[in-house]
């Protein structure tokens, strides 16, 4: 090849690298755009949320075979490295080690107790400081935050190798959760304004808190028994990993936004006052208190009266999965229907857990314990699709349009009963027995279930007229808002403003026969 030839032809590669790159470029910015438009970006970020969701249920739920062998192993090899010297006195000796492993024992199952509540407990605790941010920096940036509490928690779980680190990486995923969460279904209430499509949007979260909770046992067991233990950790952590950059990428957290006139929301405490959030989070609690509390009490029984093996203890609240997502898609539909009955679907939900717990003491095999454990779970279903919608349009109507504290008070809700699990479920079966601590959990749900009574008028509720008046109890501040509330409160007496040749605005009567449509907020 000569070198005119040569010569010509690098002109023309460098002339379809740079098309190449425009096209790149071209396509990147397609993307960009059509990852902002409103529908296609609340998609996404509902993606991002059930992502969200589906992690920290796993977290949660995969230590479950994991975490009692591995502190076993922990424990077995300390005493073997402490082990002293045989003495000479046989009887003596077998009295002392008889004594040593009960009180061995009796601080394993502590420490499994305290290790499993950790989580919940520093959630608990934690809530109502992230519902509080939340509503004073909106929803992208502690949903960030979250994920990264989360990110660091799982690689803290999968290379701890002592009781203590495990600790710290348990209540560190509480943290993120209490961000993570809450930042996360508070963000789908704020897309989605219509009660439809929330109802729907939140009813699909739910799926996936449900099939986190019930896929990450068998998850967790079967990598633990064939990989080891840090594996199912790694493969959670790099999820996390892909949801954060997915989080950063659509909602850009950290560009520099106008949050000046973002309303405030209002303070947790007041919102706690209010008694139909009161009545809804108590709904919540009681609800998941027998779910919460028959996980760490049901494999002991199961062993005791039916003789499980391993694997029907390990798929004990897996086929609960099919009735739970079926019961979120019954209450969408009969939502969607007849949105005035949620408190109805609410109660329905409540009488199906109570009579389902009372059963399960009945059931002599494993095929007879589905059938309640089904029904437990499907009844969760109806409560959960049917009230956390309802927290959000009660906040609509009563209170600002800002859904961080609400969310985190239901957050809580979930958290009292899950913190009570693994310590009180236990005490109540050692003292009283397992067939009392299911009848009491049945009874206190269909007890509960009339109280749901007092939100059969919510849906007749109409929004004041201007939220930034209730938040502004002292009244407007700065011109922005007197302005705002003169033009909303002339327009709601019927006046409309007009420019007069001097350029004045002026407010006159409004026609009756004017659109309703044309009244929107004045620029």
Sequence with gaps: MNPEESAGKAPNLAQMAASKLSQMGDRTKELGSAMQEPARQNRIILVIVCVVLLLDNMLYMVIVPIIPDYLRDLQQAAERAQTPAPPTHGNSSNISAHQGASTGEDNYDLQIGVLFASKAIVQLLVNPLSGTFIDRVGYDIPLVIGLSIMFLSTLIFAFAENYVTLFVARSMQGIGSAFADTSGIALIADRYTEEA??????????????????????FGGVLYEFAGKRVPFLILSAVCLVDGVMCLVVLKPF???????MPVGTPIYRLMMDPYIAVVAGALTVCNIPLAFLEPTIATWMEETMSASQWEKGMTWFP?????????????????????????????????????????????????????????????????????????????????????????????SYCVAYAMGPVVAGKIVHDLGFVQLN??????????APALLLLKNVSQMKPSHSERNMLLEDGPTGLYDTIKMEQKEKKRKGLCTTVNENGIETFVQRSFSEEESSGGEYA
């Excluded at 095999?365 to 309640?372: C, Q, S, Y």
Aim: net charge positive; aromatic share 12%.
């Design 255 to 261: 560009s520099n936004r106008e949050r000046a006139n």
């Design 320 to 412: 609960a999965f099919f009735p739970h997502v079926l019961g979120v898609f019954l209450t969408v539909k009969l939502a969607a229907k007849y949105p005035h009955l949620q408190w109805f679907y609410g109660a329905i939900g409540m009488v199906f857990i109570g009579a389902s717990s009372c059963t399960v003491p009945a059931c002599k095999n494993f095929g007879e314990l589905m059938i309640p454990l089904c029904g437990i779970c499907f009844g969760i279903a109806f409560v959960d699709t049917a009230l956390l919608p309802t927290l959000g349009f009660l906040v609509d109507v009563r209170h600002v349009s800002v859904y961080g504290s609400v969310y985190a008070i239901a957050d809580i």
């Design 197 to 218: 499509e929330r109802s729907k949007a939140l009813g699909i979260a739910l799926a996936f808190i449900s099939f986190g909770s019930l896929v990450a046992p068998p």
């Design 439 to 448: 009848l009491g959990m049945g009874l206190a749900n269909v007890l509960y």
